[in-house]
């Protein structure tokens, strides 16, 4: 019998200071370890969570209002050990991963499968922008997004905000925080319901088990 080995992923979420990756700026990185076969309490979970500092911001009126209490920790003159430039960022996420485990490859570069809200059309846009991107770590090309796993077929037309995820899920605060770490365990917390396997994965085709 050959010995599985864990589905690991990283959920990963990002608060910007606008939408267009060119133009605007990562504000908050955070980045949560599961592992589908060892389930650990949310709170347990292994996570990387990171504020940039930038020269200056650019950005839209929302997108800073939305993020004000960022823009006051990046503010704050106190040491803060959460907090990086651009150049170090990637860098430190890969040093974050190599301590969980995850591997390199053969060009020494960390290769993740990732998980968020929106994650493949917003978040990977500003993680490709950043210094590393594609030589020190980057994502695998398949991606895990709640919104496909709680769309409503018959009625819905567009997939699913990650509000109306959490409240199809049975979250009794369907409130999405805006917050780097928190939106990236309610992002493992509403794809843990589907890690159980269907029958068709468990049996192969020639009805031996593996």
Known sequence: MRTLKPMRYISLDLETS?????RHQILELAAVVEDTRHL?????????????????????????AL???????L???EPNPELCTPQELLPQLRGFLLAQGFKSDKKDCVAVTMAGKNIASFDLGFLRELPGYGTLMRAEPAMLDPAAFYLNW????????MQICKARAGFEDTTVAHQALADALDVVQLLRPF???PVY?????NGKEE
Request: hydrophobic content about 35%; proline content about 12%; overall charge positive.
């Open 18 to 22: 606008g939408g267009n990756p060119l």
């Open 40 to 64: 650990r309490p949310l709170p347990e979970l292994p996570y990387f969570r990171r504020v940039v500092q930038h020269p200056e911001l650019t950005g839209t009126a929302g997108a800073l």
């Open 67 to 73: 993020n004000a209490g960022l823009l006051q920790e």
């Open 75 to 77: 503010a704050r003159k």
């Open 154 to 161: 018959r009625k819905d037309t567009r997939l699913p905000t």
């Open 195 to 197: 890690y159980a396997l």
């Open 201 to 205: 994965q468990q049996v192969p085709a």
